[in-house]
T-cell receptor, first 114, second 115 residues
Framework: DAGVTQSPTHLIKTRGQHVTLRCSPI?????VSWYQQVLGQGPQFIFQ???????GRGNFPDRFSARQFPNYSSELNVNALLLGDSALYLC?????????????FGEGSRLTVL | GNSVTQMEGPVTLSEEAFLTINCTYT??????LFWYVQYPGEGLQLLLK?????DKGSNKGFEATYRKETTSFHLEKGSVQVSDSAVYFC??????????????FGKGTHLIIQP
């Protein structure tokens, strides 16, 4: 069975640009969460979606947005990129919304902002 | 708010040594506690969990006990192997809020096991 898949794996953008990151959850999983992992730090929660609705949001600015599609895949969008947005963006899926702890992570999309 | 503090690495041990990675937490509600592991070139994966006080989580020879009185969840293993080399993250989920606030992670501990 395929695990959580993310694309692209690596990308380079310049300040002010926009980026879209994509995630496909494990088959049957209805919840998708996004995390930002800055080098040397633990992952930080950005969003959780369940059944196509936002169920939780971390302390990130409005430049960050996401959505979940009917097939439960998800996109993370970041507008007006800043140098500080350079990080590994992790997507995680789980069966249910309240199974917040037992997450299955993808390998991430590494974003570099120049 | 919620927070997790874990010992910073790198931690370097010889094969078959005893391992302890300390983790303490602060939470406003009644958290569940987790250890996640990130092997080189792989995604984060759940190692073990405990959902209430005095629970012991265990997996692959690792174990951790949820200590509410000391707000700790230390990870231990009796005899480490080279294959245990990885980054270990302690995390909590405040399920009293429905878990929709996501996981709160510590900064991670890089473990290096030498043969």
């Amino acid at each position: 069975d395929a695990g959580v898949t993310q694309s692209p794996t690596h990308l380079i953008k310049t300040r002010g640009q926009h980026v879209t990151l994509r995630c496909s959850p494990i088959s049957g999983h209805k919840s998708v969460s996004w995390y930002q992992q800055v080098l040397g730090q633990g992952p930080q929660f950005i969003f959780q979606y369940y059944e196509k609705e936002e169920r939780g949001r971390g302390n990130f600015p409005d430049r960050f947005s996401a959505r979940q599609f009917p097939n439960y895949s998800s996109e993370l969008n970041v507008n007006a990129l800043l140098l500080g947005d350079s990080a590994l963006y992790l997507c995680a899926s789980s069966l249910f919304s309240v199974d917040a702890g037992e997450l299955f992570f993808g390998e991430g999309s590494r974003l570099t902002v120049l | 708010g919620n927070s997790v503090t874990q010992m910073e690495g790198p931690v370097t041990l010889s094969e078959e040594a005893f391992l302890t990675i300390n983790c303490t937490y602060t939470a406003t509600g009644y958290p569940s506690l987790f250890w996640y592991v990130q092997y080189p070139g792989e995604g984060l994966q759940l190692l073990l969990k405990a959902t209430k006080a005095d629970d012991k989580g265990s997996n692959k020879g690792f174990e951790a006990t949820y200590r509410k009185e000391t707000t700790s969840f230390h990870l231990e293993k009796g005899s480490v192997q080279v294959s245990d080399s990885a980054v270990y993250f302690c995390a909590l989920s405040d399920v009293s809020g429905g878990g929709a606030d996501g996981l709160t992670f510590g900064k991670g501990t890089h473990l290096i096991i030498q043969p």
